[in-house]
């Protein structure tokens, strides 16, 4: 079950690394780039595997 709970977070990360992305680009466009960059930040920092567990990340590539 362990598996299984930790790519559910892993995936759980990445989405919302997405959503911050998403989010940061419309800032960007709407002339907001502080807050843009702050949104990007925590896009990088999520999606690099820093709260990620590395078992979850791993499987999220196999896919």
Same mark, same amino acid.
């Given at each position: 079950?362990?598996?299984?709970?930790?790519?559910?977070?892993?995936?759980?990360?990445?989405?919302?690394?997405?959503?911050?992305?998403?989010? %940061?680009?419309?800032?960007?466009?709407?002339?907001? +780039? !502080?807050? @843009?960059?702050?949104? #990007?930040?925590?896009? %990088?920092?999520?999606?690099?595997?820093?709260?990620? +567990? !590395?078992? @979850?990340?791993?499987? #999220?590539?196999?896919?």
């Amino acid at each position: 079950m362990r598996r299984h709970d930790d790519l559910h977070e892993g995936r759980r990360w990445l989405d919302t690394a997405r959503e911050d992305l998403r989010a %940061a680009r419309m800032l960007r466009d709407a002339g907001m +780039p !502080a807050h @843009a960059c702050f949104l #990007a930040q925590q896009c %990088a920092g999520k999606g690099s595997g820093r709260r990620v +567990p !590395a078992r @979850a990340k791993l499987e #999220a590539l196999r896919r």
